[in-house]
């Protein structure tokens, strides 16, 4: 029978299982295994009851098999059922039965649920596949009330001493996702405190000059840091200090340089690089190093060479190289390139709804507003909706999340307050005000409002940060003398004196 399932013949299987006379609970366990196996979920589930009638009672294998088949089918009422038999039985739930029995509570939208199962048993009773589970599951739900009471409940503890090390990276990957800075110090304290050991990569690089043996993996984080802080030039004194060390440079490090490059404006730089990897150290590139090198023309202006780049390039190029030529001509507004991004863009990602909303704006700042209308009217009856923007600040513990217009933060009517007098502050720096209701915008004011003067505002942006939005951080920055830091999905903002660290080159 085990054979059979191995190879996909359910038949085969379901024909010596009814020749069986004596079915034990190994044979009921290969047949369960044997539908689960193939998505045939509810069919598995249908032999409990069987087993049940013929004496044999399931076994932790067999329980492991059904609540995984009640996870893939979202059946919280029949996980339930067999959470509830496993309570009355005599088995205990322990290893693969609580990541189980933890994975489907999840899965089925009863994070309260999970949590109180948890909360029954002491962190060293808790494997590493069940943090692996708890790490699937609140990373993709970006859910910042849960993750709030997850951390606080988890740090303030000090159950922290028996867990597993990956777990402390695990934390400060969370508090660096959200912005949660705090947080993240107070994990780093906890860390060096209790002597935890954790891979070098994962601390932040202000750690890096405190370790004497540093490979790879850990001058690359450094170099990529100063990269997305636009630190150009110290990301390629790094590597070249790097390179003195003996230590070789991988493909991801060429990446971080590729795009230290990018974000300081440095071309010529970027061709010597790219030349370098494959002349010296022998290291073939991929697509992200040639979609570097397109961001990197393009972001200096060089729009026509970016395209012949593209041209040249010996791998036929996928969606992010049209992406970022896409995202160059807005920012120099060349519209009949972009519409050539766009062409060949959708051409292999027709449902692309990025790429439609970049291309409206820029026929809205070229005043076609037909045209624009016109792709407006295209997502609409593509049923594509645009990606929502929302800006995240750390704040008294918790991480406050923003989007445009936002009116349910319980500051609302404080914030709006401020807001006003920013804007007065705006008309009489002579700025015209547009975007007054954008995301980082509260974010910033709720930032001024409940912090104490000189303290520097920290927000957490999914989506780039806009033109207006970025002229407005640099004025508050230098009327309320704060220093504003944002990061964006692409590199840091360090507002500070009326001026940004990218030099307003993004």
């Not at 995984?68 to 959470?83: F, I, P, Q, V, Y």
């Not at 590493?128 to 997850?150: A, G, Y």
């Not at 292999?348 to 790429?355: E, K, R, Y």
Request: charged share 20%; aromatic share 10%; glycine share 8%.
């Amino acid at each position: 029978m085990g054979l059979y399932k191995k190879c996909g013949k359910l038949k085969e299987v379901c024909q010596l299982f009814d020749k069986l006379p004596n079915r034990d609970v190994i044979s009921w366990n290969t047949m369960i295994s044997c539908y689960t196996s193939m998505g045939m979920y509810r069919e598995g589930l249908g032999l409990l009851s069987k087993m049940a009638a013929e004496g044999v009672s399931p076994d932790e294998v067999s329980m492991v098999s059904l609540i995984s088949a009640c996870t893939k089918l979202r059946d919280l009422e029949m996980g339930k059922n067999l959470h509830l038999f496993l309570e009355e039985s005599s088995m205990k739930i322990s290893g693969s039965l609580l990541n189980c029995l933890v994975d489907m509570y999840f899965k089925c939208g009863k994070i309260g649920e999970a949590q109180k199962l948890l909360g029954r048993y002491e962190i060293n009773e808790v494997d590493v596949v069940l943090w692996t589970t708890l790490r699937n599951e609140l990373l993709p739900n970006r859910s910042v009330v849960t993750w709030n009471t997850m951390l606080n409940g988890f740090c303030r503890s000090g159950g922290f001493e028996k867990a597993r090390a990956f777990l402390m990276r695990f934390l400060i990957k969370i508090c660096a996702s959200i912005g949660a800075l705090y947080h993240g110090i107070w994990v780093h304290v906890y860390i060096k405190k209790n002597q935890i050991s954790i891979d070098n990569i994962e601390l932040a690089y202000d750690l890096f000059f405190e370790i004497s043996e540093k490979n790879v993996f850990l001058w690359t984080s450094v170099i990529a840091a100063y990269a997305m802080a636009g630190h150009a030039q110290k990301a390629i004194d790094l590597f070249l200090e790097m390179e003195e060390t003996g230590t070789k440079p991988d493909q991801v490090t060429f990446i971080a340089l590729l795009s230290a490059c990018s974000h300081g404006g440095l071309v010529d730089e970027g061709y010597d690089f790219l030349s370098k990897k494959s002349r010296v150290y022998n290291i073939k590139p991929k697509m992200q190093h040639y979609g570097c090198m397109v961001d990197l023309l393009g972001r200096a202006g060089h729009l026509e060479e970016s395209a012949n780049f593209i041209t040249s390039m010996p791998i036929p190029p996928d969606v992010s190289i049209w992406s970022s030529l896409l995202r160059a001509c807005r920012c120099h507004q060349n519209v009949k390139l972009a519409e050539h991004a766009f062409k060949h863009l959708t051409e292999t990602d027709l449902l692309n709804d990025g790429a439609h909303v970049l291309l409206a704006n820029i026929y809205a700042k070229a005043g076609r507003l037909d045209d624009m209308s016109r792709i407006r009217m295209k997502l609409h009856d593509m049923g594509l909706k645009k990606q929502l923007g929302y800006s995240l600040i750390e704040q008294g513990g918790f991480v406050h999340k923003f989007t445009s217009g936002d009116i349910f933060n319980p500051h609302s009517e404080e914030i709006y307050l401020m807001l006003n007098e920013i804007e007065m502050t705006l008309q009489q720096q002579g700025l015209q005000e547009t975007s007054l209701q954008h995301r980082e915008r509260l974010a910033v004011a709720f930032g001024l409002i409940s912090t104490s003067e000189k303290t520097t505002i920290r927000i957490v942006n999914n989506l780039r940060i806009c033109g207006d939005c970025h002229s407005f951080m640099k004025v508050t920055s230098q009327v309320y003398n704060r220093e504003i830091v944002i990061r964006d999905n692409g590199r840091f903002h360090r507002f500070q004196g009326g001026q940004c660290s990218c030099r307003d080159y993004w």
